[in-house]
């Protein structure tokens, strides 16, 4: 068996569509999160090594580009779950009972708010709100809302996308 990365453990990324976006977009007066919103388009997340690559071919110190990628909670850091859970935390789903809905998804996956499951199935995500407040309470996965959520409801959906 070979490996890609010389079998350092250190992982090696595409740069192909970064590098297009970097183009795209690098000559433009305040691009930088439109790049970087691409870019975790394109990784699911911002690793060093990509935010690097952004420094570098915008010619800016990596520390702004950090600065700009850490004010906003968009970004990520750590990769997710194939599933990404955005579980509401809003008033109508708080009132309604959004901490039900996060108890029986810490019960059924084993994982609290910023974490992902072992298998890198799922990550849950507390979000502000989602916006969606006549459904409420409401999580999203991976762009898909569920709404007028119970605990055992929260629990079958997630059972369904493991299956």
């Known amino acids: 068996m070979s490996c890609e990365n010389g079998c350092t453990g250190e992982i090696r990324y595409d740069y192909t569509e970064l590098d297009k976006a970097l183009d795209d977009y690098g000559g433009t007066e305040g691009s930088l999160i439109t790049i ?40 990520r850091f750590e990769p997710v779950g194939k599933y990404l859970i955005m579980l509401c935390m809003g008033t109508a789903c708080h009132v ?53 959520l119970t605990g055992d409801k929260a629990k079958e959906i997630l059972n369904t996308l493991r299956s």
């Open 96 to 148: 309604n009972g959004a901490k039900t809905i996060e108890d029986a998804i810490v019960d059924e996956l084993g994982i609290s708010n910023g974490e992902t499951t072992q298998d890198g199935l799922f990550t849950l995500s507390n979000v502000a709100c989602l916006g969606c407040c006549s459904l409420s309470p409401v999580m999203m996965i991976n762009g898909e809302t569920y709404g007028t």
């Open 36 to 75: 970087l919103q691409k870019a975790q388009e394109i990784y699911g997340y911002l690793p060093r090594e990509v935010i690097e690559r952004i420094a570098g071919g915008l010619r800016i110190k990596t520390a702004k580009v950090y600065g700009v990628a850490t004010f906003y909670t968009q970004f």
